[in-house]
Structure formats: C-alpha cells, structure tokens
C-alpha cells in the first residue's frame, strides 16, 4: 500500500514563505514525476509545479519566480518552497506521485491527502 503524507501547511501573512513537504510510503518500486497541485474554493484543482525523476521541472505561470519545487529521491520525498506569497496562492495544496510499485507494473498515480495553505493578515 502506498501513501503520500503532507506537511507544512498553515497561516502566513502576505509576502511570507512557507516550505510543503510530501513523503511517500510503502511498497515503491520506482518514482517517476512528482508534483504540487492545489485547489482553491469553488475552482478547480490545477498544477503549481512538477518534477521528473532527474530534475527537470515545470512551474505554472502564477508561480514562476516564487515557488521552487525539488526532491530527495533517497528519501521519496518532495519539497515546495514556497516565497512571496499572495492571497491567491490560498488553497488546499495537494501531492501527486507516478509510482511504480514493482519492476514490472505500469506507472499509476497516487495523491495525498492536501494540506491547507491560507495567506491572510
């Protein structure tokens, strides 16, 4: 069984950082992309940042700039630094994780249960 725990979320005031963390559990082979998703009220859930299992990364554009998305492979872990943050950036932040469980079964993706992020003053 596999699992995707958050942490770091809470309350930050505009213009403060806050660092998310998403560590994976279980029975892993192999871990492709890993990424930060996030989900605001009454929006759908979009991409914030993504990374490949060598480092290559991908950012949306409301984040460029402020967020930076990395990863320890030894540990499964995956991190996101999150700098100069805006009312907007409000949302439930979520982890997302293509994963092999065995060498020879398909990529599947797991998510994590989301972690609250509110920047208010």
């Known amino acids: 069984q596999v699992q995707l725990v958050e942490s770091g979320g809470g309350l930050v005031q505009p213009g403060g950082s806050l660092r998310l963390s998403c560590a994976a559990s279980?029975?892993?082979?192999?871990?492709?992309?890993m990424a930060w998703y996030r989900q605001a009220p009454g929006k759908q859930r979009e991409l914030v940042a993504s990374?490949?299992?060598?480092?290559?990364?991908n950012y949306a554009e409301s984040v460029k700039g402020r967020f930076t998305i990395s990863r320890d492979n030894t540990k499964k872990t995956v991190y996101l630094q999150m700098n100069s943050l805006k009312p907007d950036d409000t949302a439930v932040y979520y982890c997302?994780?293509?994963?092999?469980?065995?060498?020879?079964?398909?990529?599947?993706?797991?998510w994590g249960q989301g972690t609250q992020v509110t920047v208010s003053s």
């Open positions: 997302n994780a293509y994963l092999r469980i065995a060498v020879a079964a398909k990529l599947t993706g797991y």
């Open positions: 990374i490949t299992s060598i480092g290559i990364t």
């Open positions: 279980g029975s892993i082979f192999t871990i492709d992309t």
